[in-house]
C-alpha cells in the first residue's frame, strides 16, 4: 500500500493518531469511516476536510464509509460546544440525512462496483431496534462512568468551564457513537475511525469499546485505530468556513457557485499557502512551484486562483467554475454586454451587492429614456443635467459595459434577465437600474 499517512501529514491533515495507524493502512486495504452529523439538510465547508480524508483514502486504495448519524443526530455532539444543542424533530431530521447524502454522493461514487467502493451508512439502521435495557446490558455495561469523565469534552462542561453542565443525553453521545464503531468493525472489518480533532474523546471511546466487546476473541479482532486532523483556522485565528454573509455551504442554492469562487479567492497569502495543500489534490512538486510561484510575485495572486479553481471544480463542476470566473471578470476585466446578459438574476445582484440602486417603471423604459434623464432626474446617479453631458462627452459612461453618447436612448433591450440595466461611470463607479 502507498503511504497515506506521509501524504496527509506533508498536507497538515494529521492531528492525532493511535500507535499502529500508519502499519495498519501500510499492510493492508483497510476499511475507514468519518461521522457526519445531520444539523442541517446541507453540508458547508467545515465538512470539506472529512469528504477530501474519504477521497484520499479511496485514492490510496483503502475502503472509506460515510457515516450519516440519524440516530446520533437525534441526540447532538456535546463535543466542542458549551451549550446543548436544540434536539430535530423527526421530519427534519430525515429531510437533513437525504440532504447530507446527496450532498456526499457528489464526492464519492456508492454504486461503483470496485472492490473499496465508498459505503453510505446511517447509524439509525442498527440503533432504531436497540431498547435502552439492551443498550444498557451490552453496551452501557463495558465502559466505566469513571473513563466517560475523563473526556475533555465531558470535563469541560461538567466543571462549568463551558455551559451549564451536561444532560444525560449527551453524556451517553459517546457511547452511541462508540457502538458506531463496534458496529461497523464487527459488520465490515472496519479498523479505523477519522474525525476532527475534537472528536479525539469519543472516536477513542470507540476503540475501547472494540477492545472491551472482542475482549474473548482473538487480539487482531479487538485492534481499532483513531486518527483526526486540525480544526482549520484562518492565519489570523479566526473561525474558517464563515463569510461575511454566515457559511460557505457546498450546495449552490445555500451559496452560489460566484460567492463560494470569491470566497476561496479572497483567501490571505498566508491561508491559500495553507489551504491549497488542504483542500486541493494537486501532488506536493506542483504545489510547491505555485508557492514559489506567488512569493516571486504575490500581487499576481497565483495561489489564490489556483486554489480557487481546484475547490470550485471539485465542488461544483468544471463548467460552474468557468461561470464564476466570467461572474469575477465583469468587475475587473473586460466583460461584454453579452456577459452581463448571460448572468441569472441572483449572481448579477451579489456581484453588485452594495452598489447604489434606484428603481424606474418598466413602462417608462419601454417608451425610451434619453440618457442624461436616467443619470440624472431618474436615478441621481449624476448631481445634475450638465454633470451627466460632460461624462458622456468624456466618453465615461457606460451601459451594461458598452460606451454610449448622449443621444442613447434607454430601452427594453437594454435589460438584463428582464429586470437590470447597470450604469458606469469610469472604471469603478457602477450604479444598478432595478426595473419593477
Request: contains cysteine; charged residues 25%; glycine residues 8%.
Amino acid at each position: 500500500m502507498k503511504n497515506l499517512i506521509a501524504e496527509l501529514q506533508w498536507r497538515g491533515l494529521v492531528h492525532d493518531m493511535m500507535p499502529g495507524t500508519e502499519e495498519q493502512l501500510l499492510k493492508e486495504s483497510t476499511a475507514t469511516y468519518i461521522g457526519f452529523d445531520p444539523t442541517s439538510d446541507s453540508l458547508h465547508i467545515g465538512s470539506l476536510v472529512p469528504i477530501i480524508l474519504l477521497v484520499h483514502l479511496k485514492n490510496f486504495g483503502h475502503k472509506p464509509f460515510a457515516l450519516v448519524g440519524g440516530a446520533t443526530g437525534m441526540i447532538g455532539d456535546p463535543s466542542g460546544k458549551s451549550d446543548e444543542r436544540n434536539l430535530l424533530d423527526e421530519a427534519t431530521l430525515t429531510k437533513n440525512v437525504e440532504g447530507i447524502k446527496t450532498v456526499l454522493s457528489k464526492f464519492l461514487d456508492f454504486n461503483s462496483t470496485e472492490a473499496n467502493a465508498p459505503v453510505l451508512v446511517n447509524n439509525y439502521d442498527w440503533m432504531k431496534n436497540f431498547t435502552f435495557i439492551d443498550f444498557a446490558r451490552n453496551v452501557g455495561k463495558r465502559l466505566t462512568v469513571n473513563y466517560m469523565m475523563a473526556k475533555d469534552s465531558v470535563k469541560k462542561r461538567l466543571s462549568g468551564e463551558a455551559g451549564d453542565g451536561m444532560s444525560f443525553t449527551e453524556f451517553t453521545y459517546q457511547l452511541i457513537q462508540g457502538y458506531d464503531f463496534y458496529h461497523l468493525n464487527k459488520e465490515y472489518n472496519c479498523k479505523l475511525q477519522m474525525g476532527g480533532s475534537d472528536q479525539w474523546g469519543n472516536i477513542t471511546t470507540g476503540t475501547e469499546l472494540i477492545r472491551r466487546m472482542n475482549v474473548d476473541t482473538d487480539s487482531e479482532g479487538a485492534k481499532a485505530y483513531a486518527l483526526t486532523c486540525p480544526l482549520i483556522t484562518k492565519a489570523d485565528g479566526s473561525k474558517f468556513g464563515k463569510s461575511e454573509g454566515g457559511n460557505v455551504w457546498l450546495t449552490a442554492d445555500k451559496t452560489s457557485v460566484y460567492k463560494f469562487y470569491q470566497f476561496w479567492l479572497n483567501s490571505t497569502d498566508a491561508d491559500a499557502e495553507k489551504y491549497i495543500k488542504i483542500f486541493t489534490f494537486l501532488d506536493e512538486e506542483t504545489i510547491n512551484t505555485l508557492i514559489e510561484e506567488h512569493h516571486q510575485a504575490p500581487h499576481l495572486r497565483v495561489l489564490q486562483r489556483k486554489l480557487a479553481e481546484e475547490v470550485t471544480t471539485f465542488v461544483h463542476s468544471a463548467e460552474a467554475l468557468e461561470k464564476a470566473i466570467s461572474a469575477s471578470n465583469i468587475l475587473f476585466g473586460n466583460s461584454t454586454s453579452d456577459d452581463l446578459k448571460g448572468l441569472d438574476g441572483e449572481t448579477f445582484l451579489e456581484i453588485f451587492e452594495g452598489v447604489p440602486q434606484a428603481e424606474i417603471s418598466l413602462s417608462e423604459i419601454e417608451e425610451g429614456i434619453n440618457i442624461v434623464d436616467v443619470l440624472n432626474s431618474k436615478t441621481g446617479f449624476l448631481k445634475s443635467n450638465g454633470e451627466a453631458r460632460r461624462a458622456l462627452s468624456e466618453n465615461s459612461i457606460s451601459v451594461n459595459k458598452e460606451k454610449i453618447t448622449e443621444e442613447y436612448q434607454i430601452s427594453s433591450k437594454d435589460l438584463i434577465n428582464n429586470q437590470f440595466i447597470l450604469l458606469q461611470r469610469g472604471k469603478k463607479n457602477y450604479f444598478v437600474v432595478k426595473i419593477k
